[in-house]
């Protein structure tokens, strides 16, 4: 059975950093395409950072020099850094494979941008 687990969200005041991480179990493999989505409130969900099978990063414009997406293999999890927080961040974070599939998407993780 595929399962992605994140874990890691919490309230953090602006400027602030979390550490996301994303736990892959059964068939996923972390050197496939991943991506850290958010769902932000009365938003869709967007993609803000990926990592390739090859190691290339890519990342929306709205996260880019604030986030960076790593992995480990050995551990088949998926990081995502996030630091100078914005309440604009506050969201629900999912990793997923790059394109996303419907059937991989875990619970999520809240991720609260508040003083």
């Known amino acids: 059975q595929v399962q992605l687990v994140e874990s890691g969200g919490g309230l953090v005041q602006p400027g602030g950093s979390l550490r996301l991480s994303c736990a892959a179990s059964?068939?996923?493999?972390?050197?496939?395409?991943m991506g850290w989505y958010r769902q932000r409130p009365g938003k869709q969900r967007e993609l803000v950072a990926g990592i390739t099978s090859g190691g290339s990063t890519n990342y929306a414009d709205s996260v880019k020099g604030r986030f960076t997406i790593s992995r480990d293999n050995a551990k088949n999890t998926v990081y995502l850094q996030m630091n100078s927080l914005k309440p604009e961040d506050t969201a629900v974070y999912y990793c997923n494979v790059v394109p996303y599939k419907y059937d991989y998407w875990g619970q999520g993780t809240q991720v609260t941008v508040s003083s």
């Open positions: 059964g068939s996923i493999l972390i050197r496939n395409y």
